[in-house]
């Protein structure tokens, strides 16, 4: 991904890549890969594709919407759930940093990790249980891997996002109304200009969404939410 003239290349770990054309976000040489991540096959494929590439920044999306009781989870769900939120992007993510040490040429390269997990992770969210697991399971990968990240490639960053209800596709197909939900091009406007602003080894961010629907920002960490 590219904010300016520089040419950088970036994989997009996800489900489904989303395009965006704010003016000020530059899409320029990045290799957009497409996948369904709870397969296995799937994270051998994106290193493939990337094999080639130096790899400067990875954002780690994945995710799909799934709000039922526990007790209506087929086994089968539950896999794909944590396959898709977890298993998938940490195994390719686990690939692409093994294929960049393996090569001098790509062994000093810095990365930016951007990890785009959910306010769910430390927000109560009745009847999505499970999403909210696997979404606190993610900001605590990224809490706990960026040093280790920037210990292996020095000069390697990592920068945690827990946004709260954005417009987007995820809710495409529910009965949700979303007219007054934070706009996609908004929030992502805003995760690029922290980011590419970042100094310090790992941040958090906590984007919020204020009456009219338009995003705050505010710094982690902050504790999570427990039952009453």
């Not at 489900?15 to 530059?26: A, C, D, H, W």
């Not at 969210?125 to 697991?133: A, D, E, F, W």
Request: aromatic fraction near 6%; hydrophobic fraction near 40%; charged fraction near 25%.
């Amino acid at each position: 991904m590219n904010a300016g003239a520089t040419k950088v290349d970036s994989v997009d770990v996800s489900e489904k890549v989303v395009t965006l054309t704010e003016k000020n976000m530059i899409l320029n040489n990045a290799e957009f890969c497409l996948a369904d991540l709870s397969k296995s096959w799937s994270s051998v494929e994106i290193a493939m594709q990337c094999e080639n590439r130096n790899i400067t920044h990875v954002f780690w999306v994945a995710g799909y919407r799934s709000k039922k009781r526990l007790v209506d989870y087929q086994a089968d769900d539950l896999k794909h759930m944590i396959d898709t939120h977890l298993t998938g992007p940490i195994d390719t993510l686990r690939m692409l940093l093994r294929a960049a040490l393996s090569d001098p040429a790509k062994a000093t390269t810095p990365i930016h990790l951007v990890v785009i997990s959910s306010l769910s992770a430390v927000r109560l969210n009745p009847g999505s249980t499970l999403y909210s697991v696997v979404k606190a399971a993610q900001s605590a990968f990224a809490v706990n891997y960026a040093a280790e990240l920037a210990e292996m490639l020095p000069g390697s960053k990592t920068t945690l996002v827990e946004p709260g209800r954005i417009a987007s596709g995820f809710f495409r197909g529910s009965d949700r109304d979303t007219s007054n939900y934070m706009s996609a091009a908004a929030v992502a406007e805003m995760i690029w200009r922290e980011m590419d602003g970042q100094t310090k080894l790992f941040d958090e961010l906590l984007i919020l969404k204020n009456k009219d629907g338009t995003p705050r920002l505010e710094r982690g960490p902050v504790l999570p939410e427990r039952p009453a």
